[in-house]
């Protein structure tokens, strides 16, 4: 498997990479997240928020190419990705996060003239080797304020009665990401 170190720096490999998209809507942040929902017993990640994002494949040639590649994959046909932009504002290093404990790094990018034609609040259905059938799972990409995402964070062991989780990845640089962006509360 080729090996991916962030920043040429040994001590910072990446296995895996995605993107979390973010706009702004009305004066409030929002970001862009996929819902999985199923058996827990079948499927590790179910009813959890996360970026779109996995792990680094042969074809891969670069960090940003396996973070492009996974969020187009996760996408399907729910929305148009426009490649090109999409790399030129992965290059930027502020929009860059390393997780060290899980050797991921996540892509914080604005979805202005790179996501078109999104459909959220919409079921589909994803292919996931990683169930015990390898099967299908239901999907639903959603926009969340920063309020709610700061919401599942601060609450993660709290919410956990209602099965509602965000992954650890977000969790993990979600301190970094929340100083990149000041609360707005939009008022009618």
């Avoid at 079948?42 to 074809?59: A, R, W």
């Avoid at 930027?92 to 997780?99: A, P």
């Avoid at 790179?114 to 080797?129: A, G, S, T, V």
């Avoid at 309020?147 to 599942?152: A, F, G, K, T, Y």
Wanted: with cysteine.
């Amino acid at each position: 498997m080729t090996t991916y170190n962030y920043q040429d720096n040994i001590e910072k490999p990446v296995k895996a990479a995605g993107i979390l998209f973010y706009k702004q809507d009305k004066g409030m942040t929002k970001f862009l997240l996929v819902q999985r929902y199923g058996d827990k017993k079948k499927i590790q990640h179910t009813s959890e928020y996360q970026d779109l994002g996995g792990k680094v494949e042969k074809c891969d040639n670069s960090i940003a190419h396996i973070a492009l590649r996974e969020a187009l994959e996760e996408v399907r046909d729910m929305a148009n990705i426009n490649e090109k932009s999409c790399m030129k504002q992965m290059q930027k290093t502020q929009n860059q996060f390393y997780v060290h404990n899980s050797k991921y790094l996540m892509y914080l990018i604005e979805a202005d003239d790179i996501i078109e034609n999104l459909k959220c609040d919409q079921l589909y259905y994803e292919p996931w080797e990683h169930d015990e059938n390898h099967g299908k799972t239901k999907c639903m990409l959603k926009w969340l304020t920063i309020d709610e995402v700061d919401n599942l964070v601060i609450n993660q062991n709290k919410i956990a009665f209602d099965d509602t989780g965000i992954n650890v990845r977000i969790i993990s640089v979600w301190k970094r990401i929340y100083k990149v962006f000041p609360i707005i509360t939009y008022q009618e």
